[in-house]
């Protein structure tokens, strides 16, 4: 059974840091692309970062660009989300998902998904 395991969330004053991880167990995800999405109370799911499987290449959410950093070790099979200089704004449930292939923004493309792990900034 394949899974994605989220931690690292907790409650951070606004300015601090937090490191997500996200474990991989049940298959390899080799050729994956992997993902962060977040979802706050009464909004959309968005998303946030994601990094192919070579770990060439990322892409961010504009507004978490310079704050967020995603990467992945593949022999752990385990991705993570470094968050620094966290704002209000950021809080959210956050999920890890996987997608066959490239980098895709879009979280409908994406068919393995994490069961989340809350994050939230108080101001």
């Known amino acids: 059974q394949v899974q994605l395991v989220e931690s690292g969330g907790g409650l951070v004053q606004a300015g601090g840091s937090l490191r997500l991880s996200c474990a991989a167990s049940?298959?390899?995800?080799?050729?994956?692309?992997m993902g962060w999405f977040r979802q706050a109370p009464g909004k959309e799911r968005e998303f946030v970062a994601a990094?192919?499987?070579?770990?060439?290449?990322?892409a961010y959410k504009d507004s978490v660009k310079d704050r967020f950093t995603i990467s992945r070790d593949n022999a752990k099979n385990t991705l993570y989300l470094q968050m620094n200089s966290l704002k209000p704004e950021d809080t959210a449930v956050y999920y890890c998902?996987?997608?066959?292939?490239?980098?895709?923004?879009?979280?409908?493309?994406?068919?393995?998904w994490g069961q989340g792990t809350q994050v939230t900034v108080s101001s």
């Open positions: 998902a996987a997608v066959r292939g490239r980098i895709i923004t879009n979280g409908d493309e994406y068919d393995i």
């Open positions: 049940g298959r390899t995800f080799i050729n994956y692309a």
């Open positions: 990094i192919n499987w070579s770990r060439s290449s990322t």
